[in-house]
């Protein structure tokens, strides 16, 4: 097991979209308020939900595969939704 000192610290962007084959309801009411506002030049706007977590590990591979199951176990739904996620490592302090 390694010690506290041995994990990196890194910060995951998680962005959750519904499948392009799943209808967005939310997605078309706003685009239709965007279109009432004059904004006629939008399309296929999708509703979607943005996490941001911070999470400490051995090195990049571990926290990746940490990430990607939390996804697949709790924040996304992947009957109806897919997930991608940016990671990156968080500077120790001076």
């Not at 010690?3 to 962005?15: E, G, K």
């Not at 509703?47 to 926290?63: F, P």
């Amino acid at each position: 097991m390694s010690s506290p000192s041995d994990r990196i610290s890194y910060r995951a962007r998680i962005y959750v979209t519904l499948r392009p084959s799943v209808l967005d309801p939310a997605g078309t009411a706003v685009q239709a308020g965007l279109a009432h506002l004059g904004y006629t030049n939008v399309e296929g706007l999708r509703i979607g939900k943005y996490m941001e977590l911070s999470l400490t590990a051995t090195d990049e591979a571990a926290a990746r595969q940490q990430v990607d199951r939390m996804c697949d176990q709790l924040l996304a739904n992947l009957v109806i939704e897919t997930y991608r996620f940016d990671l990156e490592p968080i500077a120790p302090p001076p």
